[in-house]
């Protein structure tokens, strides 16, 4: 019942790079407004690939465009301590748009800042758009 109310009055989705960043190669970091938290373990950060992709694509074929770990982000706390996402769960198409969905196996330590986000791609990425979505149902 505490998760449903924390999602109900605290859940955010916010957009990190409004104007898109090119991500290829090695660690690209991403300026933050403000720190990143996360109030459920399920946090995640979506990755725009809606300009890879047709309107009518299934999931396998974005399986095989965007293979697990392909795209990988980096969270790190003000202490260094680090936690990383990959793309392992999925795909989103929602809202006009489709995202790869990064999480962390071990989940995203709840209720802790993040001051730094770091991403790269093995495929290169022009003018993407991240989000980041602070809880899971």
């Known amino acids: 019942m505490k998760e449903f109310f924390l ?4 859940s955010k989705s916010v957009l990190l790079t409004p104007n898109g960043i090119d991500v290829f190669g090695g660690w690209v970091q991403v300026p933050l407004k403000e720190p990143l938290e996360a109030i459920t373990s399920g946090a995640c950060m979506f ?9 009518d694509l299934s999931v396998k074929t974005l399986g095989n465009m965007f293979p697990r770990g392909m795209v990988t ?3 790190v706390r003000p202490d260094g301590r680090e936690t990383l996402l990959t793309s392992i769960s999925g795909y989103s198409t929602q809202s006009g748009g489709t995202y790869l969905i990064l999480e962390s196996k071990q989940g995203v330590p709840t209720f802790k800042e993040f001051s730094q986000l770091y991403v790269r791609s093995n495929k290169e990425l022009k ?7 602070n809880y899971q149902k």
Do not use: E, H
Not at 127 to 133: H, V, Y
């Open 7 to 10: 999602i109900l009055f605290l």
């Open 47 to 55: 990755v725009d690939v809606s300009n890879y992709v047709g309107p």
């Open 73 to 75: 982000a980096r969270l």
């Open 127 to 133: 003018g993407t758009k991240l989000i980041w979505r």
